[in-house]
């Protein structure tokens, strides 16, 4: 169970999770839209033994800070890394969409209805199969008084030992910002629920020299987290645009399906080919984008009072 709440002494200063996003060097302080429950401020999550929460990134592929209050411990598992073609150490692993629908069941499974199945958190899948998909699965026991801080586009999940009350909250650093415009939601019956945040206002802030191009719809790009032979099959669409092998409206239909679903259209692959995942050069996963977050999580242990 979760609700809109949270255990913080509104007087305390130091490490108050519900007044993170409210102060004037957060990220978030700088969104003009809704104040969200669980995302600008706390929300608390009650288990018993044994409760789950099943495979997603959250909303917006934000960081996440999770801290129990009153607590048995609680194991929580990450895919950060991929072993299955050569990849950047600590990158997220994108295979872990398609695992979880190459695994589903063919017969009327959401998997086929969804290609961002994972987003609606309805999916535990065995860490097991995960690395058996070249998929590097990391474990953390968290304990009383340990708090958890969730990267951007790290799939996670975990199960609770026993009762447990946590308090998380989302939260955003500047380096975040291309993430959140690039996030990529879903088309099922579900997209409506797609929490999303009016980039607008942070782009202003932190991507100024961008704001005009992105207020105006042209600043296109691709996720952060993309595999390289994604963004040489793109560069590769604009030079068959630019020779006259593609039209303006069929670019069009490129660009609106690597947005929202992250792969080039059917009608594209099968006329011109996309290079597999696997084949990409070593060295070359991204070198020309700027450094961005390991995707996984780390914990401290936070001192005790009195």
């Given amino acids: 169970a979760d609700v809109a709440a949270t255990l913080f002494d509104p007087q305390q200063k130091v490490f108050n999770l519900n007044k993170m996003n409210s102060r004037p060097e957060s990220v978030l302080s700088h969104d003009s839209g809704p104040r969200l429950a669980g995302i600008h401020t706390s929300y608390l999550f009650l288990g018993m033994w044994r409760s789950t929460f099943s495979w997603h990134v959250e909303d917006m592929v934000i960081l996440s800070l999770l801290s129990p209050c009153l607590t048995s411990p609680r194991t929580c598992t990450a895919s950060a890394t991929c072993t299955a073609g050569p990849r950047r150490p600590g990158t997220w692993c994108r295979p872990a969409r398609p695992t979880c629908r190459s ?45 958890v801080a969730v990267f951007p586009s790290a799939y996670h999940a975990g199960f609770n030992h026993g009762f447990n009350i946590a308090e998380a909250v989302n939260f955003g650093t500047a380096r975040w910002v291309e993430y959140g415009k690039r996030a990529h939601g879903c088309q099922c019956d579900d997209k409506d629920n797609f929490v999303t945040i009016d980039m607008g206002p942070l782009v202003a802030r932190f991507q100024t020299e961008r704001s005009a191009e992105w207020t105006a719809g042209r600043d296109f790009g691709l996720h952060p987290e993309d595999p390289a032979f994604l963004h040489r099959a793109y560069t590769r669409a604009q030079d068959r645009l630019q020779a006259g092998e593609i039209t303006e409206e069929q670019m069009e239909a490129v660009k609106e399906s ?23 050069t070593p060295g070359e996963d991204r070198d020309a984008l700027e450094e961005n977050f390991p995707a996984g999580s780390f914990r401290t242990a936070l001192p005790r009072s009195g």
Avoid at 125 to 135: C, H, M, S, T
Avoid at 258 to 280: I, M, N
């Fill in 103 to 147: 695994v589903s069941p063919a017969a009327s499974s959401p998997a086929l209805a969804c290609h961002n199945l994972l987003r609606n958190k309805s999916v535990i899948l065995q860490p097991e199969l995960l690395e058996a998909n070249g998929i590097t699965v990391h474990r953390l026991l968290q304990e009383e008084r340990q708090a």
């Fill in 258 to 280: 690597v947005r929202t679903l992250g792969c080039f259209p059917s009608w594209y692959e099968e006329r011109f080919g996309v290079e597999p995942a696997g084949k990409a």
